[in-house]
């Protein structure tokens, strides 16, 4: 029992080492751009099943929805994390 203690205390501190892509603008490794690949690998697939029925289950919709929201976050926290940040002082919102 302590040996699995001692390694889920080892992987709390490490961390679990998964493979990500690199995000092309800021060249470090991002799961929202790894979840934009991969929803975009998996709507092409669906769009490709769609003719060749060779997978079952793969509905086009859901994987569009799935792109979608995978895009947003990829695409607003770029937005959030450009450097050309607008602000609004107190003075301008009167």
């Known amino acids: ?47 490709v099943n769609l003719f060749a029925q060779i997978f079952k289950g793969i509905d086009v919709a859901n994987s569009l929805y799935w792109f979608g929201m995978c895009s947003a976050l990829y695409f607003g926290r770029s937005v959030v994390s450009g450097k050309d940040k607008q602000t609004i002082d107190a003075e301008e919102k009167k």
Do not use: E, H, W
């Open 1 to 47: 029992m302590a040996s699995l203690k001692d390694l889920i205390t080892k992987l709390n501190v490490a961390g679990i080492p998964i493979p990500l892509f690199r995000d092309p603008k800021t060249r470090q490794a991002s799961i929202s751009f790894t979840l934009v690949v991969i929803s975009a690998l998996n709507v092409q697939i669906s769009l």
